[in-house]
């Protein structure tokens, strides 16, 4: 049984019973000396490791620096790699069991990275705080760190929702961490230029057009990583519809075609889409920007229905200022002959146009 139930203590009101406390002859608790509280402090801050179970010891023990002799003192989960640390911040079966192996991995390299240089704990995952209730209420206890739990948790939905929205072969390149890659047909140079453009400027519009092997979907997706943290684990409003979204062009126009022709089916209808003119306007009443991530628009014939459902949708867009960045095989001659001019129009005033292909002839 809880303290608050043993020692018969009222969370409506900041006092004991009397009768309780004469039966159990309660006394105040004492409170620790500041020699006792230094003491535990240390104990806490320096009883886990800070090392990442994806650096070396040794490199990471020299590019850190000194520490108090008690952080020496590591508790691990028995193979050496993985802190103690981490079973008081999150349940490590259950959020492996959520992201996957690869997921928990990511995960756990960037929890590594915010935790040690967290201000309100310095990197042990815990603090010193009042209890709240029962017989030690007022006494300095040991907690979780709060402002850790609150990264931890929007961490994990990160990690989640991008491992579910982008391919294997993409999810390395972030754009903290993006560089100029050789194996792509545009020079060295010109990936440097676009790179420090990208990085300046993520929360603008962009249109790559290119061919195969030009690196569009490698900084789509850099972008997409950025604006997908920044929404996790910056305070936002709160949202109805999440308002970053990574989406093939031919998936959104399918699902809205989908829901056109089974919306009136009262048994069965069709679920709405996820991108929809509608969501994203009321994002934006809500005090989001809404940020639509469209892949693959390379145009195959596409029916006058789809053709008005992708208009409405990138208009809305516009109109909303929201984020547009879109990646698309076709030259702009092309593009234009697909689409139309006026969609065209509509997207090159909403986005920075990249044009790749004649970047791939110079190289």
Not at 59 to 78: F, N, S, V, Y
Not at 106 to 135: D, H, L
Not at 137 to 157: G, K
């Amino acid at each position: 049984m809880s303290d608050h139930y043993d020692y018969g203590y009222c969370d409506y009101h900041d006092t004991y019973h009397d009768d309780v406390k004469q039966a159990h002859k309660m006394q105040e608790p004492r409170q620790p000396t500041s020699e006792e509280l230094d003491e535990i402090f240390w104990e806490q801050q320096y009883t886990v490791t800070h090392t990442s179970p994806t650096v070396d010891a040794k490199t990471a023990d020299a590019e850190e620096p000194p520490r108090h002799g008690k952080e020496r003192q590591a508790a691990t989960t028995g193979n050496g790699g993985v802190p103690a640390i981490r079973r008081t911040l999150w349940n490590e079966k259950t959020t492996r069991s959520l992201l996957g192996e690869d997921g928990y991995a990511w995960f756990v390299e960037r929890a590594g990275r915010y935790i040690p240089s967290c201000p309100s704990c310095k990197g042990s995952g815990t603090v010193m705080m009042p209890a709240p209730i029962g017989i030690r209420r007022r006494t300095l206890v040991s907690e979780s760190c709060p402002s850790c739990a609150v990264r931890v948790e929007a961490l994990i939905a990160f990690t989640r929702t991008y491992f579910e929205t982008v391919p294997p072969a993409y999810r390395r390149f972030t754009l903290r961490t993006l560089q100029p890659h050789p194996p792509s047909a545009v020079p060295l140079e010109k990936q440097a230029e676009i790179i420090t453009v990208l990085k300046v400027n993520p929360d603008k519009g962009y249109a790559f057009f290119g061919p195969a092997g030009t690196s569009k979907t490698v900084w789509a997706t850099a972008l997409y990583s950025e604006m997908l943290y920044r929404q996790y684990v910056r305070p936002h409003p709160r949202w109805n519809w999440f308002p970053v979204r990574r989406i093939s062009t031919k998936a959104m126009l399918d699902q809205h075609s989908h829901w056109l022709k089974r919306r009136s089916n009262s048994e069965n209808p069709a679920r709405e889409p996820d991108i929809t003119s509608e969501k994203i306007t009321a994002a934006t009443k809500a005090g989001q920007t809404y940020r639509l991530f469209l892949e693959d628009m390379n145009g195959s014939g596409e029916s006058p229905e789809r053709r008005a459902a992708l208009f409405d949708v990138l208009n809305t867009l516009s109109e909303n200022g929201g984020q547009l960045v879109l990646t698309s095989s076709l030259t702009v001659a092309e593009f234009k002959r697909e689409y139309g001019e006026n969609l065209f129009w509509r997207i090159a005033m909403h986005c920075t146009v990249v044009n790749l292909f004649d970047e791939a002839v110079k190289k």
